[in-house]
């Protein structure tokens, strides 16, 4: 898909869906990331509307978005922020799209209306992005997966664990919410799916 067509199919989406103001950062196109990461949705709104980010023809600014968020934030990330710094570090040189299942922000999950509880944005992202890998973390992201992949959660849990997502073979995995996941334990599960993306080594001639 051109990128063009993606972000009028965007654009569209996030038209039909107001509250969905989070709908995922990139650093760059979109369409060029490996790996999603995913949530349940974001705490916070953006620092500034989506769009302000989005440059046509070349994606998302992400380093921006971070300098805004700092900014926002008193110079600090927080706990569920620095572990996806964590995952999209470990999984170099592979990019990261990182989304939620829902794209509306709310203080706590709990508080999410039940109207802003759509997946539309989520599930066009993967279908847009035909990811080679994704990470979800917290029960509704992955009862999700395990629902959308016909893969148990346990055996998500356990993953990384090959499945099919729109036609797609993908590796994916899963853990509690991010709050409640080592560092560690993402750093290598990224590393696990660095590992089957990257390109066996050439034979000696």
Request: with cysteine; net charge neutral; glycine share 4%.
């Amino acid at each position: 898909m051109p990128l063009a067509d993606f972000e009028r199919r965007l654009h569209s989406l996030l038209d039909a869906h107001p509250t969905a103001s989070r709908p995922f950062v990139c650093e760059g196109s979109p369409l060029d990331c490996r790996i999603v990461i995913a949530g349940i949705n974001s705490a916070s709104e953006s620092p500034e509307p989506f769009w302000d980010y989005w440059q046509p023809g070349a994606g998302f600014h992400y380093s921006r978005f971070i300098e805004d968020y700092l900014e926002a934030n008193n110079g600090k990330f927080r706990h569920t922020r620095r572990a996806i710094n964590v995952a999209s570090a470990a999984a170099a040189p592979f990019k990261c799209l990182e989304t939620n299942l829902y794209a509306t922000p709310s203080k706590t999950a709990q508080s999410l209306h039940k109207e802003a509880k759509s997946t539309k944005i989520f599930e066009f992202l993967l279908d847009a992005v035909r990811p080679d890998a994704i990470l979800v973390h917290s029960v509704p992201a992955y009862e999700f997966l395990a629902e959308l992949s016909g893969i148990s959660t346990n055996e998500l849990l356990r993953g990384p664990v090959r499945g099919k997502l729109f036609g797609k073979d993908v590796l994916l995995a899963a853990t509690p919410h991010f709050r409640s996941t080592s560092h560690r334990r993402i750093e290598e599960l990224m590393h696990q799916f660095g590992q089957h993306l990257l390109p066996p080594p050439r034979e000696a001639a």
